[in-house]
């Protein structure tokens, strides 16, 4: 399978902490729309209508053309931050591996807009593709094969969302036994440990 999205500039809201390197193939849009959202600092990429299409269209998910004529309606724009936040709620079930069927829901009707298809190519590489006319649709379509893909190639529970107060920042498990719970240990990590000693403490 492959994504029909080019993916041509991923910004997030800041820097992948604890020096860790961004998820594998088209993986990386799925964590980068989640990143979009910086809790700690209160950045947010898609916060309105017109950063939303100005982030859309660097990721190459809408046209280039201009901004009068892209801008996404209020309804486009609510629905996709419902899909990144849906995300979210997958990507932390995968941080705590432990089955969350409410945001496994929510995710498969923020995403129940788009159409797939299959492509047979001449070489015969099969390529699963978004064959909807509706611009919404079609981005939703490219974050679910996305996410098909890494399923297919088993990357999918190591893309995670850290637990930390105001963060949920997505990061890519690349650690051996795929336990890894914080974005990084000595940020996240390393808040919590402190509150857990200072409750002890009261206690």
Known sequence: MKMESSNKTLQTAGKDPGGRVPAPGSLRLVQAL??????EIGQDLLGTEAEATRWLTAAGLLPDQPASA????AAEHAALVNVREAVRGVLSANTSRREDPAAAS???????????????EPGGTVALVSADHDRFARIAGT???????????GTWT??????????????????????SVWC????????????AYRSRQDS
């Not at 679910?144 to 297919?152: D, L």
């Open 158 to 179: 190591r893309l995670k969302s850290c637990p930390g107060e105001l963060c949920g920042w997505a990061f890519y498990d690349r650690s051996a036994a795929g336990r």
């Open 34 to 39: 989640v990143n979009t959202l910086n809790a």
């Open 106 to 120: 929510r995710l498969t009707l923020a995403l129940a807009s788009c159409r797939l298809g299959v492509t047979i």
């Open 184 to 195: 990084s240990m000595q940020l996240c990590g390393a808040r919590a440990k402190m509150r």
């Open 143 to 153: 974050v679910a094969i996305a996410i098909a893909e890494a399923a297919a190639a």
């Open 70 to 73: 892209a801008e996404l309606t």
